[in-house]
């Protein structure tokens, strides 16, 4: 298995342009989520999918949109980057732990993009 | 104030130190992870944890729900442990984590 992945590794951006980070898993995972992560703040959520066909707002949702194509794919649209924007982007993606009831998350291995 | 807020924020150690990384939080939580994260690479989750004790090697990880509190653990520490590592929980009835700041560690030979 493959874990999740993302694409790009990297990306450098104007201000005002358009790019999609896609992300894929490959393990059945129902849930999906973005994260950005940014020096001193932690990461934090920016959108997830509960499960394929839905999809919700997390703590940093202005200026972003995501697709869930499918349950394998969920993808992160930047209509017109800002500077603001230039940050780490995690996917991650949940199983159901056995007997536990909660929820084991695994990251894929980031998108560094900077808008310049 | 944080739901999850983790001490210290950074930390230096030599070769071979004990190490004590700690996480408070203050929610109703199902769980709570651990994760990994090196220098310019991803993200590992190292536990999850609901109640008592998990080791693995060298880590150990605790919790105390009564007392809202986990611990992070490095017996015999190595410079290889030199990381970011992040407390998160998984808030009750959600399906989201929340994640504390981290604590950047860096062993020294």
């Known amino acids: 298995n493959a874990g999740v992945t993302q694409t790009p590794k990297f990306q450098v951006l104007k201000t005002g342009q358009s790019m999609t980070l896609q992300c894929a898993q490959d393990?059945?995972?129902?849930?999906m989520y973005w994260y950005r992560q940014d020096p001193g703040m932690g990461l934090r959520l920016i959108y997830y999918?509960?499960?394929?066909?839905?999809?919700d707002k997390g703590e940093v949702p202005n200026g972003y949109n995501v697709s869930r194509l499918n349950k394998r794919e969920f993808s992160l649209r930047l209509e017109s980057a800002a500077p603001s924007q230039t940050s780490v982007y995690f996917c991650?993606?949940?199983?159901?732990?056995?007997?536990?009831?909660?929820?084991?998350?695994?990251f894929g291995p980031g998108t560094r993009l900077t808008v310049t | 104030k944080n739901e999850v807020e983790q001490s210290p924020q950074n930390l230096t150690a030599q070769e071979g130190e004990f190490i004590t990384i700690n996480c408070s939080y203050s929610?109703?939580?199902?769980?709570l992870h651990w994760l990994q994260q090196h220098p310019g690479g991803g993200i590992v989750s190292l536990f999850m944890?609901?109640?008592g004790k998990k080791k693995h090697g060298r880590l150990i990880a605790t919790i105390n729900i009564q007392e809202k509190h986990s611990s992070l653990h490095i017996t015999a520490s190595h410079p290889r442990d030199s990381a970011v590592y992040i407390c998160?929980?998984?808030?009750?009835?959600?399906?989201?984590?929340?994640f504390g700041q981290g604590t950047r560690l860096t062993i020294n030979p």
């Open positions: 991650a993606s949940t199983r159901l732990a056995s007997g536990a009831g909660v929820y084991e998350q695994y």
């Open positions: 393990m059945n995972h129902n849930s």
């Open positions: 999918s509960a499960s394929e066909g839905t999809t």
């Open positions: 929610v109703g939580i199902s769980a």
């Open positions: 944890l609901s109640s």
């Open positions: 998160a929980v998984i808030v009750q009835g959600a399906q989201k984590l929340v």
